[in-house]
């Protein structure tokens, strides 16, 4: 089960949006061309914010979501170093692509389900290797885990995941 949400601000307009939904909350900054929404659990509570394929961070785009289990998490195209981090604050745990320093210019989740860095030349500097999935979407879980999943449905497949899910909070 899932419910969808297009949180619209599409840049330049609006550079920033923000979806809420009973305690959780998610900004949006700079992200392009961003639809998405709200991934429900069978059980009606919210497993995380998901982006629909499409989905681009420029340098120094994020998307912050701060969940009412306590755990807040950001996933940001560092602009400093070109870095894709995903910062978790309730616990200790950070995850990051390894593109520092590599002049990457942005985050592309593409149609084809495949979650990729490039550089401002096209060169791909990293990427998830989830491609040939058409409907799927990226989950910033409320367990801080970052989520692959072949489409928005709470029984869908993961396909690839940053591995930083507290289990406390699952």
Known sequence: MYFGLDVGCRAPEAPAATAEDAGDSC?????????????????????GFYLNEGASLALGSQVECWFANGMHEKLVLQGSDGNLVLYQYFSPLTWGASTSGK????????????????????????????????????????????????????????????????????
Do not use: K
């Not at 900004?27 to 497993?47: F, H, K, M």
């Not at 002049?103 to 290797?129: C, E, I, K, M, P």
């Not at 409320?142 to 591995?163: F, K, R």
């Open 27 to 47: 900004e949006l900054t700079n992200v392009q061309n961003q639809g998405g929404g709200w991934r429900i659990n069978p059980d009606s509570t919210v497993a």
């Open 103 to 170: 002049s990457a210019s942005v985050a592309n989740f593409q149609t084809d389900g495949n979650f990729v860095v490039r550089t401002s030349a096209g060169t791909a500097l990293w990427a998830t290797g989830t491609h040939t999935y058409h409907d799927a979407v990226l989950v910033l879980q409320a367990d801080g885990n970052l989520v692959i999943y072949a489409s928005p449905s709470a029984t869908s497949t993961a396909l690839w995941s940053t591995g930083t899910s507290v289990p406390a909070l699952g």
